[in-house]
């Protein structure tokens, strides 16, 4: 039996909320950086790198700028020396966290069975 379909029939995939979330959340680092944040209410910039192995601090950086760009990170600057800078999930960022923890379940149950081709 076929499941429901979230690609209506004749649409290109860039039209829809399936692209829209992989833009939001796709790469190599993302996720992981939204699962950091989702375990902690906010995190500077060298506990996340230290968290997450093999980024470096410039595409940590890079990562950070996007997710806040879209709208799921903030950053949050204090005015104190030496300067303090933490980030958090937003509200949106927040509505994303369900999806990965279906993703780690997934992942969980299904990593020992990997298919032998």
């Known amino acids: 039996m076929k499941e429901v379909s979230c690609i209506p029939q004749g649409t290109e995939i860039e039209r829809t909320g399936f692209h829209y979330t992989l833009s939001l959340i796709g790469g190599k680092y993302k996720m992981a950086v939204l699962y950091l944040l989702a375990e902690h209410d906010a995190l500077?910039?060298?506990?996340?790198?230290?968290?997450?192995?093999?980024?470096?601090?410039?595409t940590l950086a890079s990562?950070?700028?996007?997710?806040?760009?879209?709208?799921?990170?903030?950053?949050?600057e204090y005015p104190q020396i030496?300067?303090?800078?933490?980030?958090?999930?937003?509200?949106?960022?927040?509505?994303?966290?369900?999806?990965?923890?279906?993703?780690?379940?997934w992942g969980e149950r299904h990593r020992n069975m990997r298919k032998t081709l």
Request: include cysteine.
């Open 63 to 76: 990562v950070l700028r996007a997710l806040a760009r879209d709208g799921l990170v903030v950053r949050t």
């Open 44 to 58: 500077r910039h060298n506990e996340l790198h230290r968290r997450i192995t093999g980024i470096s601090f410039k």
């Open 82 to 105: 030496p300067p303090k800078v933490e980030y958090a999930l937003t509200q949106r960022g927040r509505s994303l966290i369900p999806i990965l923890y279906m993703m780690c379940d």
